[in-house]
């Protein structure tokens, strides 16, 4: 595979609404196609493909795997958001399992195919930190959302009612409305996507968030259609996501992930 993956991690100003900054780009001179899974963010993605106008798309939650095309010297810069940014940030209803252009010169970050992932997140992130100044957050979405997105074992829309102090048909409500989907829907995928980093590793003992073992391929197989063994057997030819979700920066080609 000719396309390289890297990522990096915001600053502490940004870490409730960003999850990471990220590039992808096709060295090679072919086109090159992979697989890319829900990962329970929310990605705004810059294209820029030669002898095309850079474009810009807004995607909300997805619910399935998608195969992307990417041609020869192609480049993809994203952004990749958590849920709290719907309302804060991006202030809009997003589509489920769809995207939206957005206007060219959006939030005027200008990229081109030699701009560096630490240059456009450096960019992206001057943006943002202008639109975080400005905002009062409701503390129970910030709770709910934070708690949400570093669940490490099964979570139910009960226990989190409890704990936000918002009440489980509001939470309901306000997941269906904003993203598309219930929340215990989304709670499945947050736990499939933490589970890729093990995948990615040849580990395959669920976790604490999957019931056990039929529980866990069944869930892997609902979102990739392959079990989780299928996934590690072509982990080098398809696949450039990643699970880790820890602090550091991540960079690497797709051939060493």
């Known amino acids: 595979m000719t396309v390289s993956y890297s990522k990096q991690y915001p600053d502490e100003s940004l870490i409730d609404y960003v999850f990471s900054f990220w590039k992808t780009e096709n060295t090679g001179v072919s086109d090159c196609q992979y697989t890319v899974f829900p990962d329970a963010g929310i990605?705004?993605?810059?294209?820029?493909?030669?002898?095309?106008?850079?474009?810009?798309?807004?995607?909300?939650?997805?619910?399935?795997?998608?195969?992307?095309?990417?041609?020869?010297?192609?480049?993809?810069?994203?952004?990749?958001?958590?849920?709290?940014?719907?309302?804060?940030?991006?202030?809009?209803?997003?589509p489920l399992n769809a995207g939206e252009v957005m206007p060219e010169g959006f939030w005027g970050i200008?990229?081109?195919?030699?701009?560096?992932?630490?240059?456009?997140?450096?960019?992206?992130s001057a943006q943002l930190e202008k639109r975080v100044d400005a905002i009062a957050v409701?503390?129970?979405?910030?709770?709910?959302?934070?708690?949400?997105?570093?669940?490490?074992e099964a979570l139910s829309v009960k226990q989190l009612s409890l704990e936000t102090g918002w009440g489980e048909r509001q939470i309901n409500?306000?997941?269906?409305?904003?993203?598309?989907?219930?929340?215990?829907?989304?709670?499945?995928?947050?736990?499939?996507?933490?589970?890729?980093?093990?995948?990615?590793?040849?580990?395959?003992?669920?976790?604490?968030?999957?019931?056990?073992?039929?529980?866990?391929?069944?869930?892997?197989k609902r979102y990739t259609g392959a079990t989780p063994r299928q996934l590690y057997q072509r982990r080098n030819d398809r696949f450039l996501q990643l699970g880790d979700q820890t602090a550091n920066p991540e960079v690497g080609s797709a051939e060493e992930r």
């Open 110 to 124: 200008d990229v081109c195919a030699s701009t560096s992932l630490e240059e456009f997140a450096h960019a992206a």
């Open 43 to 94: 990605e705004l993605i810059i294209y820029v493909y030669p002898d095309r106008p850079v474009c810009i798309h807004l995607f909300g939650l997805s619910t399935q795997s998608v195969d992307v095309t990417v041609p020869g010297r192609g480049v993809l810069f994203g952004i990749r958001f958590t849920l709290l940014a719907a309302d804060y940030i991006l202030q809009r209803k997003l």
């Open 173 to 220: 409500r306000y997941f269906t409305k904003t993203f598309g989907l219930p929340l215990k829907q989304y709670l499945e995928q947050v736990a499939f996507f933490a589970s890729m980093k093990q995948l990615r590793e040849g580990q395959f003992v669920p976790q604490n968030y999957y019931y056990d073992q039929p529980h866990f391929i069944r869930q892997v």
């Open 138 to 152: 409701d503390s129970r979405k910030k709770k709910l959302l934070a708690t949400v997105h570093v669940a490490n």
